[in-house]
């Protein structure tokens, strides 16, 4: 009997075994099949993602050369205004610029005259 069971046992680790052979031979037949199908994907969406790129930077381009155009305009108007405000305030701002470094006040505050007077 003890023979008996024991041949079931060897059976069993046996079929064990085997089981987990399966069992990994379909990891890997799953796994390489994924690879298989993620290469095939990437292959049948490169000429659209090509396509769509170029789309894109069609688009880049056109818009950014119609924004390139309105930006010179603007920064080309601006300049010219802050050319006009420069001729017309540049007399006006050395006259203030002037007065504020020739008109020097002489008066000695009421403060510092207590304390030259104290002898400080």
Do not use: C, W
């Amino acid at each position: 009997m003890a023979a008996k069971s024991q041949e079931l046992i060897q059976k069993l680790l046996k079929a064990e075994d085997d089981a987990e052979k399966i069992i990994q031979n379909a990891r890997e037949q799953r796994s390489r099949k994924l690879r298989d199908v993620r290469q095939v994907a990437e292959e049948e969406l490169e000429p659209f993602r090509q396509k769509e790129d170029e789309k894109f930077l069609a688009e880049q381009a056109a818009a950014g050369g119609h924004n390139t155009m309105e930006l010179d305009a603007a920064t080309q108007q601006e300049l010219s205004q802050v050319k006009t405000d420069y001729d017309n305030n540049k007399k006006t701002a050395v006259k203030y610029i002037l007065e504020k470094v020739l008109d020097i006040d002489l008066t000695m505050p009421e403060n510092i005259k207590q304390q030259v007077m104290m002898g400080n």
